[in-house]
């Protein structure tokens, strides 16, 4: 069994090497091998190393920069997942292929199911969307799983950048006074990356072929400015000496970004739920990454 993993370096791809009890079965291209800005090059690289699996993990995710840079990320998001899946297609190789909830536009009041409009307010989502549709339309036996506020003891993500933040707070002398601002009126569903990790392990371990589009995302829904103070409780949990800093909860009017962000980008998860596959909760989560930071 050959398992092709693009993005091994990522927050996704580093849970998922951890996870992999037989690394030997593991092929992953560094940019060099294999560039995803460089869709045409993709077929070569998968006709020659013959995969049973094929898991792609590797995504343009830098949300603002994509505003500037639509084309590069069209290329690493839409054109070459195309791409991954017609070779896989042509190889005879299952592929899971990653998608986001920044696919909506964050107007619902109910959690998003698979088959609900899509609306995306940014060039990353857009791109995303475009890269999901070009999947299963290449190939219709692929899994596309969308997940949400991705975070892991690996790589950039939110809770990574509060603890950087908090830092500055634990000083002796003179820490900040003034509170750590965060915006309180964007809500999803922070999801371990290792857990979505886990969720394809189990996709993988399944006798049956899993196709088509899936939800799966952390089941506790919370705004940034909760999901903050959730990782700061975490942290003081696990060490009584860390300063939980002060919190100030702001509107997304008072933080602008280039690229719009979706209000409440909740996934409902139930169909992912049926194959018996579920997160475990997020004070879990949060504790098993924060003993990994
Ligand atoms: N991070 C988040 O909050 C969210 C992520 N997602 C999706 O989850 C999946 C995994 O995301 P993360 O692990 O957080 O992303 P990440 O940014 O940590 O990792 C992305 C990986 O893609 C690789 N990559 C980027 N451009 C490449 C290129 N031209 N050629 C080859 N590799 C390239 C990077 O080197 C990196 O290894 C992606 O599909 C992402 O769109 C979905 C929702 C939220």
């Known amino acids: 069994m050959k398992i092709l993993l693009t993005g091994a370096r990522g927050q996704l791809g580093r849970c ?6 037989d690394q030997a079965h593991l092929l992953m291209p560094d940019r060099q091998e294999l560039d995803m800005s460089q869709p045409a090059s993709i077929a070569e690289y998968v006709r020659q190393a013959q995969p049973d699996w094929i898991i792609n993990a590797a995504a343009y ?4 920069r994509a505003e500037t840079e639509p084309d590069l990320a069209l290329a690493v998001n839409a054109t070459a997942p195309a791409e991954l899946a017609g070779v896989a297609r042509e190889v005879g190789a299952r592929l899971v292929h990653v998608s986001t909830d920044y696919v909506f536009n964050g107007s619902a009041v109910q959690p998003y199911g698979e088959a609900d409009p899509t609306n995306p307010l940014n060039v ?3 791109t995303k969307l475009q890269g999901e549709k070009a999947v299963l339309a290449a190939m219709p036996a692929a ?3 969308r997940t949400s506020w991705v975070y892991s003891e690996y790589g950039n993500n939110f809770l990574r950048t509060m603890l950087r933040v908090a830092e500055r707070y634990q000083a002796k002398e003179e820490p900040p006074s003034s509170p750590i601002r965060v915006v309180d009126d964007q809500i999803g569903c922070p999801t371990y990356a290792g857990d979505l990790a886990d969720a394809i392990l189990a996709i993988h371990g399944m006798s049956q072929p899993v196709s088509g ?5 952390g089941a506790t829904v919370l705004s940034w ?3 903050a103070k959730r990782i700061f409780d975490c942290k003081h949990s696990m060490d009584a000496s860390f300063v939980v800093p002060a919190l100030e909860p702001i509107p997304t009017s008072d933080y602008p970004t280039p690229a719009a962000r979706p209000a409440s980008s909740v996934l409902s998860c139930e169909k992912i739920a049926s194959l018996g596959i579920e997160p475990r ?8 990454v924060m003993a990994r930071v």
């Open 16 to 21: 998922l090497q951890d996870r992999y009890p």
């Open 61 to 64: 995710t830098a949300v603002d």
């Open 124 to 126: 990353y989502g857009a």
């Open 143 to 145: 899994c596309v799983i």
């Open 213 to 217: 589009l899936y939800h799966y995302s």
């Open 225 to 227: 400015f909760v999901f």
């Open 281 to 288: 909760p997020l004070e879990q989560a949060l504790a098993y």
